[in-house]
C-alpha cells in the first residue's frame, strides 16, 4: 500500500524543488532556498507553498521549461503529469491489498486507489475508517499517490452516513472501477444496460433508491426482463436457503418466481419437468433454480 523506498525518494528529490521555486518566485515564506530547508519548517509553512501551486498549476509548466536543477527529460516528464492533480476533501475509505481507497463521493462519486509515501496509511490515521481528509493527489509512475500532507478532519459519521457513503462507494466502483492513474476522463465508463441493472438491484437500498430507473430500463428493453428476474432470485434464495436449512431440508432443488417457491424436487431435472407442467412457456425464463447442498 505504499510506494517503495527508492520511489519516495525520487519523488521527494523531485517535489521540494518545484515547491523551492515557488517561493522563490512569490517569496511566501523566508529561509526555504533549498530543498534540505523543509525540515526546519511546520507543515503550516510548507503548506502555504502548496497552496501557491495549486492555484496557479502553470507553474509546473514554467519549472519544466526553465529546469534550473537540470533534471533529465525523463524527471521532467515526471514532474510534468503533476498538472493532473486531483485536489479536495476525501473520505479515506478502506485499506486494501494494493493501495487505500480515497473516495469523492460527490456526483457522481469517484473511488481513487493511492499509494501511501514513507508510512502505510492504516499507521498514519489508525484502523477505524471512513476518516475524511482534504488532501491532493498526484500521478506518479502510473499510480496515484499523495503529496506528502494531508489535513484530517475531527468528524464522526453516524450510521446512516455510512451506508450512504458506502452507496457512493458501490457506485463508483460501478460507474468508473477504482481509478489507479490520473488523469482520468471524466466521461462515465460506458455501461450496458443489463449492468445498471445489476447494479441497481444489488441491494435493497438501491432498489429502493433506483426502482424508477429500473422500471424506465426494463420497459424500455424488455428482454432485461428474464435478468431482472433472474437477479431477483438470487436475492431471494439467500433468504431461502436459511430458512430451507432451519427447518431441516438438505440436497434438494427449488424453483423461485416472484420472490415464491413454486416447485421442489431431489433434482434439477425433476424441477425442470414440474415447470414445464405447471408454467406458461413464456414465463420458464423468469425462474430462478438453485440447489439446497448440506451446510
Known sequence: MKLSTEDVELFYRLYHPLLVYVNKKFKIVEGINFPEDFKKFPIEEINKLRDKLYEQPELIDSFVRENPLNFSSHELKMISTWKNFVKGRFLIFRYLKNYTVFLDPNEPPKAYGVLALNSPFE?????????????????????????????????????????????????????????TSL???????????????????????????????????????????????????????????????????????FAILEGITIASGATKDEVEQILQRILPTEKRSFVYIFQLREK
Do not use: C
Open 123 to 179: 499507521e498514519l490515521i489508525g484502523p477505524y475508517l471512513p476518516i475524511m481528509v482534504e488532501a491532493v493527489l498526484l500521478p506518479f509512475k502510473d499510480k496515484i499517490i499523495y503529496d506528502s500532507i494531508f489535513s484530517p478532519y475531527s468528524i464522526t459519521f453516524g450510521s446512516g452516513m455510512r451506508r450512504s457513503f458506502n452507496d457512493a462507494y458501490q457506485e463508483a466502483k460501478s460507474r468508473f472501477g477504482i481509478i
Open 183 to 253: 488523469p482520468f476522463a471524466a466521461e462515465e465508463v460506458e455501461q450496458s444496460d443489463s449492468d445498471k441493472l445489476k447494479f441497481y438491484l444489488r441491494s435493497e437500498r438501491n432498489r429502493e433508491m433506483y426502482w424508477k430507473e429500473i422500471e424506465e430500463l426494463i420497459n424500455k428493453d424488455p428482454s432485461l426482463l428474464t435478468l431482472y428476474h433472474q437477479e431477483m432470485g438470487k436475492i431471494h434464495a439467500r433468504t431461502y436457503k436459511k430458512q430451507l436449512h432451519e427447518i431441516g431440508l438438505t440436497d434438494a432443488w
